[in-house]
């Protein structure tokens, strides 16, 4: 008598033992609705943002903008900064070009110096940051980029500035 009750009581052994309830049948209508999803041609997927947009998003401002005539960096673009060289002293592959630039009063001889001194005053802003020199490359592009094209001191002041690019690829 005690082998019926044996297995009998097999089962339940069993069962108690798996490690993970077995999955519920699905019902039709899912069944149908994932027949549906498959012959339906895919939805165009977004294209992932690249890690320079996400760059963007996270520091924000990439100019520093400068008075007439002046290459001093203002104290306000301090936070600005700050966060260009915290991303780049955790990124050390990370390259930056710092593109200096001026209105359009003036040579052009004189606005490609005053546009690489800006440069320069942003990459020293950079490096007391704690950024490695060989991360950073100051050039002046001078009056040759303008921002803006009127010729006015809204205009003049736009142009007035050092843009801080991450160049793909490098």
Partial sequence: M????????????????????PAPAP????EQGRSAQTSQAPAAAKPAPSALDELANRLGDRSV??????????AKYGQTLSAHASYLKHNPAARVVLEGNTDERGSSEYNLAL??????????????GGVADNQIEAVSFGKERPKASCHDEKCWHENRRTDIAYPAGR
């Fill in 2 to 21: 005690q082998k019926p009750s044996a297995i009998l009581f097999l089962p339940f052994l069993v069962a108690a033992c798996s490690s993970s309830p």
């Fill in 27 to 30: 019902s039709a209508a899912v």
């Fill in 65 to 74: 903008y400068f008075p007439y005539d002046d290459f001093s960096v203002d």
């Fill in 115 to 128: 546009g690489q001194k800006r440069a320069e005053a942003v990459r020293q802003s950079l490096k007391l």
